[in-house]
Protein backbone atom coordinates (compact mmCIF):
# COMPACT_ATOMS: atom_id res chain seq x y z
CA UNK A 1 0.00 0.00 0.00
CA UNK A 2 1.40 3.28 -0.75
CA UNK A 3 1.54 6.00 2.36
CA UNK A 4 0.57 9.48 0.77
CA UNK A 5 2.55 12.24 1.19
CA UNK A 6 1.91 15.34 3.35
CA UNK A 7 3.50 18.78 2.68
CA UNK A 8 5.26 20.61 5.33
CA UNK A 9 6.95 23.75 6.04
CA UNK A 10 9.91 23.60 8.41
CA UNK A 11 11.95 26.54 10.09
CA UNK A 12 15.56 26.40 9.78
CA UNK A 13 17.56 28.82 12.04
CA UNK A 14 21.18 29.27 13.18
CA UNK A 15 22.92 31.57 15.20
CA UNK A 16 26.24 29.87 15.87
CA UNK A 17 29.71 28.81 14.33
CA UNK A 18 29.00 28.65 10.18
CA UNK A 19 25.60 29.23 10.20
CA UNK A 20 25.40 28.72 6.69
CA UNK A 21 27.09 25.13 6.96
CA UNK A 22 24.53 24.51 9.85
CA UNK A 23 21.92 25.71 7.69
CA UNK A 24 22.73 22.89 4.77
CA UNK A 25 23.82 20.17 6.99
CA UNK A 26 20.08 20.34 8.88
CA UNK A 27 18.58 20.13 5.11
CA UNK A 28 20.47 16.82 3.95
CA UNK A 29 20.70 15.42 7.52
CA UNK A 30 16.23 16.03 6.99
CA UNK A 31 16.85 14.90 3.45
CA UNK A 32 18.97 11.64 4.12
CA UNK A 33 15.94 10.78 6.71
CA UNK A 34 13.56 7.70 5.26
CA UNK A 35 10.23 9.06 5.10
CA UNK A 36 11.49 12.95 3.79
CA UNK A 37 12.37 14.26 1.10
CA UNK A 38 13.31 18.08 0.94
CA UNK A 39 11.49 19.82 -1.84
CA UNK A 40 13.33 23.44 -1.74
CA UNK A 41 14.00 25.78 0.16
CA UNK A 42 13.32 29.85 0.23
CA UNK A 43 16.70 31.98 -0.14
CA UNK A 44 18.75 32.35 2.71
CA UNK A 45 18.33 35.35 5.17
CA UNK A 46 19.85 37.08 7.68
CA UNK A 47 17.42 38.18 10.79
CA UNK A 48 17.81 40.13 13.83
CA UNK A 49 17.62 38.09 17.14
CA UNK A 50 14.15 37.88 18.63
CA UNK A 51 15.05 37.37 22.35
CA UNK A 52 18.09 38.29 24.48
CA UNK A 53 20.71 39.96 23.43
CA UNK A 54 22.96 37.39 21.08
CA UNK A 55 24.44 37.25 17.37
CA UNK A 56 22.13 37.44 13.92
CA UNK A 57 20.71 34.38 13.06
CA UNK A 58 20.42 32.96 9.41
CA UNK A 59 17.03 31.37 8.91
CA UNK A 60 14.99 29.86 6.09
CA UNK A 61 12.27 27.39 5.23
CA UNK A 62 12.13 24.13 3.76
CA UNK A 63 9.35 22.16 1.65
CA UNK A 64 9.33 18.53 2.45
CA UNK A 65 7.10 16.09 1.44
CA UNK A 66 6.63 13.34 4.01
CA UNK A 67 5.45 9.83 4.62
CA UNK A 68 5.74 10.46 8.36
CA UNK A 69 3.61 11.46 10.99
CA UNK A 70 3.33 15.08 12.27
CA UNK A 71 5.02 13.98 15.46
CA UNK A 72 7.67 11.36 13.64
CA UNK A 73 8.64 14.78 11.70
CA UNK A 74 9.46 16.58 14.76
CA UNK A 75 11.11 13.86 16.12
CA UNK A 76 13.12 13.77 13.22
CA UNK A 77 14.13 17.31 13.44
CA UNK A 78 14.79 17.08 16.75
CA UNK A 79 17.54 14.21 16.16
CA UNK A 80 18.82 16.25 13.16
CA UNK A 81 19.41 19.20 15.69
CA UNK A 82 20.66 16.77 18.15
CA UNK A 83 23.34 15.27 15.36
CA UNK A 84 24.19 18.97 14.74
CA UNK A 85 25.20 19.27 17.87
CA UNK A 86 22.65 21.75 19.04
CA UNK A 87 24.14 24.12 21.76
CA UNK A 88 20.91 25.48 24.08
CA UNK A 89 22.10 27.30 27.28
CA UNK A 90 19.53 28.95 27.64
CA UNK A 91 15.30 28.84 25.99
CA UNK A 92 15.67 31.91 23.52
CA UNK A 93 19.50 31.84 23.58
CA UNK A 94 21.81 30.78 20.57
CA UNK A 95 21.81 27.89 18.40
CA UNK A 96 23.94 26.20 16.28
CA UNK A 97 20.49 24.66 14.11
CA UNK A 98 16.75 25.18 15.17
CA UNK A 99 14.49 22.93 13.45
CA UNK A 100 10.49 24.11 14.12
CA UNK A 101 7.28 22.28 12.25
CA UNK A 102 5.64 25.11 11.00
CA UNK A 103 2.96 23.35 9.19
CA UNK A 104 1.95 19.89 8.56
CA UNK A 105 -0.46 19.51 5.45
CA UNK A 106 -3.54 21.60 6.48
CA UNK A 107 -3.59 19.75 9.67
CA UNK A 108 -4.16 21.49 13.35
CA UNK A 109 -2.58 19.80 16.19
CA UNK A 110 -2.24 20.58 19.86
CA UNK A 111 -0.39 17.77 21.46
CA UNK A 112 2.16 18.29 24.48
CA UNK A 113 5.18 19.38 22.65
CA UNK A 114 3.61 19.45 18.76
CA UNK A 115 1.68 22.35 18.07
CA UNK A 116 0.68 23.01 14.26
CA UNK A 117 0.75 25.20 12.61
CA UNK A 118 3.37 27.03 15.10
CA UNK A 119 1.77 28.89 17.51
CA UNK A 120 4.10 31.59 17.10
CA UNK A 121 4.78 31.75 12.99
CA UNK A 122 2.36 34.27 12.51
CA UNK A 123 4.26 36.90 14.70
CA UNK A 124 7.62 35.91 13.47
CA UNK A 125 9.18 37.62 10.59
CA UNK A 126 12.26 35.72 10.23
CA UNK A 127 9.43 32.72 9.20
CA UNK A 128 6.75 34.62 7.22
CA UNK A 129 9.00 36.53 4.64
CA UNK A 130 10.66 32.99 3.89
CA UNK A 131 7.52 30.86 4.18
CA UNK A 132 5.87 33.53 1.92
CA UNK A 133 8.41 33.27 -0.94
CA UNK A 134 7.27 29.41 -1.08
CA UNK A 135 3.79 29.39 -0.67
CA UNK A 136 1.31 32.87 -0.22
CA UNK A 137 -1.17 30.98 1.14
CA UNK A 138 -0.05 29.06 4.27
CA UNK A 139 -2.02 27.32 6.96
CA UNK A 140 -1.38 29.83 9.96
CA UNK A 141 -2.95 29.10 14.00
CA UNK A 142 -6.25 30.09 14.44
CA UNK A 143 -8.62 31.44 11.59
CA UNK A 144 -5.67 34.36 10.08
CA UNK A 145 -5.58 34.24 6.69
CA UNK A 146 -2.04 35.31 4.82
CA UNK A 147 -3.45 38.52 3.73
CA UNK A 148 -3.99 40.40 7.31
CA UNK A 149 -0.81 39.31 7.86
CA UNK A 150 1.01 40.93 4.58
CA UNK A 151 -0.13 44.66 5.67
CA UNK A 152 0.66 44.09 9.19
CA UNK A 153 4.48 42.12 8.31
CA UNK A 154 7.65 44.22 8.91
CA UNK A 155 10.24 42.75 7.35
CA UNK A 156 13.04 45.15 8.87
CA UNK A 157 15.60 43.00 10.10
CA UNK A 158 14.98 40.26 7.64
CA UNK A 159 17.84 40.45 4.99
CA UNK A 160 18.46 38.58 1.61
CA UNK A 161 21.86 36.74 2.66
CA UNK A 162 21.95 33.78 0.35
CA UNK A 163 20.43 31.65 -2.82
CA UNK A 164 18.37 29.12 -1.62
CA UNK A 165 19.81 25.53 0.03
CA UNK A 166 21.15 22.70 -1.80
CA UNK A 167 18.35 20.09 -2.28
CA UNK A 168 18.64 16.26 -4.19
CA UNK A 169 15.30 17.39 -5.84
CA UNK A 170 16.92 20.72 -7.05
CA UNK A 171 20.07 18.70 -8.18
CA UNK A 172 18.40 16.59 -10.04
CA UNK A 173 16.11 19.12 -11.92
CA UNK A 174 18.97 20.89 -12.79
CA UNK A 175 18.30 23.61 -10.66
O1 LIG B 1 12.63 30.25 17.17
C1 LIG B 1 13.78 29.91 16.56
C2 LIG B 1 15.01 30.41 17.24
N1 LIG B 1 15.05 31.87 17.35
C3 LIG B 1 15.26 32.78 16.37
C4 LIG B 1 15.46 32.66 14.98
O2 LIG B 1 15.49 31.58 14.39
N2 LIG B 1 15.64 33.85 14.30
C5 LIG B 1 15.63 35.06 14.92
N3 LIG B 1 15.81 36.15 14.18
N4 LIG B 1 15.43 35.18 16.24
C6 LIG B 1 15.24 34.05 16.96
N5 LIG B 1 15.03 33.92 18.27
C7 LIG B 1 14.89 32.61 18.49
S1 LIG B 1 14.60 31.92 20.05
Request: proline share 10%; hydrophobic share 40%; no cysteine.
Amino acid sequence: MTVPEVRAFLGLGSNLGDRLANLQRAVDLLDATPGIRVVRTSRVYETAPVGPPQPDYLNAVAEVRTTLTARELLDASLEAERALERVRAERWGPRTADIDVLTFGADHLDEPGLTVPHPRMHERAFVLVPLLELESDPPLPGDRSARDLRSDLDPDGVRPFAPPLDTRAGAASGR
